[in-house]
């Protein structure tokens, strides 16, 4: 584990402060998001997507492990940042096409199925901590197969894909946020629910304007 020595970095936190944190560093990611989705073209990241795609592997691969092993909120912030820069790269043909209203339609549907999970996970977390290894192995299983399926035939799985990822998203925000409930509050602990969040509410939103899109 990658420790500190830094009484202030390992210190308990309020509930209120270590809420506005992780909404902080969420807000942080989104904008990231938004602003790599605003500078990229289309074209250009459709000609390195083979690259791109090898990046972002290794480099959210990189950042979990940062963010998951440190207990310095600094190299956990980065560690975050390692996984937000080049989802927002992803995001660009994700977003093409669609107009402003509609992606803001999208994106206040994830903050509600967000809150929802959350504020389920705070009431029931044994329910999600009881569920959640299925939900993995069922989503894990269908992801696979669904690009085995458009790796070999050309073929998706068509809306119900969708919804299916909604639903195993959900049900990891709900666990990760019951479970952070029942940890110490400090900022590094802030950050890292922040960046476990991120991509389950990353994937909804993708999954929300890939129904739009069908």
């Given amino acids: 584990m990658i420790t500190t020595n830094s009484s202030f970095k390992n210190s308990t936190i309020t509930d209120s402060m270590f809420n506005l944190i992780v909404g902080a560093t969420l807000t942080w990611g989104f904008l990231m998001n938004y602003f790599i989705v605003q500078s990229l073209s289309f074209e250009w990241v459709v000609q390195n997507s083979v690259w791109i795609s090898l990046l972002y592997l290794v480099s959210a691969f990189s950042g979990h492990v940062l963010f998951e092993k440190s207990d310095n909120p600094v190299i956990s912030f980065i560690g975050y940042n390692m996984i937000v820069l080049p989802v927002g790269v992803l995001l660009v043909p994700i977003t093409e096409g669609y107009d402003a209203n509609v992606l803001q339609t999208v994106f206040l549907q994830t903050a509600l199925i967000t809150g929802i999970m959350m504020a389920l996970g705070s009431m029931f977390p044994k329910f ?44 990891f925000i709900g666990f990760y946020w019951s479970y952070s409930m029942s940890c110490e509050k400090t900022v590094d602990k802030a950050i890292d629910t922040a960046g476990l969040l991120y991509l389950p509410i990353i994937n909804i939103m993708s999954a929300l304007l890939g129904i739009r899109r069908s």
Avoid: N, P, Q
């Avoid at 999600?128 to 993995?136: D, L, N, P, Q, R």
């Fill in 128 to 171: 999600f901590a009881k569920t959640v290894g299925v939900v993995s192995t069922v989503v894990l299983a269908i992801v696979l197969s669904h690009l085995a399926s458009m790796i070999f035939f050309g073929e998706t799985f068509g809306v119900w894909y969708e919804y299916v990822i909604i639903v195993g998203m959900s049900i």
